[in-house]
C-alpha cells in the first residue's frame, strides 16, 4: 500500500513539473519607439486625468479579447503600427495612438509576450490605465481553442503571482465598469460594444482559476 501511495505521489510530481515546463512565454516585442511613448503619455493625461513621466501601468485587471481574426503574424504587424490606420475614425478621433495588447495567444496555445506586462496598451476603453490585454487568434467563426483555454488559465496564474490583480474580464464585459472607481473615461460618449472573446471562453478560463477568486465586476 505505501509502495502505491508513493508511486502515485511520484506521478503527481512528474505531472506538475512537465506542466510547469511546458508554459513558456516567448518574447516577440513590437516597436515600443519615443513617439508611441509620447503618444501614450499623451493618452493618459487626455483620457484619464493621469500625468506621469513614464507610459507604464499599475495592473489591477487582466481583459481577454479575441483578434476577430488573422495569424499571430499579421496580428503582431498590424500592433507593431505606432499609428492607427485611416480606416478607425472612431478610435482615430480619440488619438493617433495604435490599439496592442501585452499579450498574444495562437490556436496552438503558444504565448507571445509584446511588450511588458506594466507597459501601457491601448486595448479597452476606460481601464487601458491598469488593464493587462491578452488578445487570442480566432473570431466569432473561428471559436477560440481549448489549448488557448488552458494558455490563458496558465498566463493569468502567472501574472497574479507578479501583480495585484484583482480582476479578470472579457472584452464584452468592461462595460460594467462604468460609473465604478476604476472607470477613468473623460469623454462619457467614447465607448463601443464588444462581444470578444465569447461568454463560453471565459466561462471555461473561470473554471479553471476559480481558487485565484478574481473579480469580474466592480
Known sequence: MKNLMY???TLIVCCTKAQTNEFTIINKPIDYSPERVRLSLEYLKSHYNIVQSSATISPKMI???YTAGGTVETNYKYFNKTHLESARNVLK???TLN???QFIV???GTIYQLMEPNRFARHTIGLNYCAIGIENIGSKSQPLTEKQISANAQLIRH???KYSIEYLIGHSEYGIFRGSNLWKETDPDYFTAKED???DFMKKVRLLITDLHLKDQP
Open 7 to 9: 508511486a502515485f505521489f
Open 63 to 65: 481583459v481577454l479579447h
Open 159 to 161: 501574472l497574479t503571482k
Open 197 to 199: 472573446p465569447g461568454k
Open 106 to 108: 495562437d490556436r496552438d
Open 99 to 101: 490599439v496592442s495588447s
Open 93 to 95: 478621433k480619440q488619438s
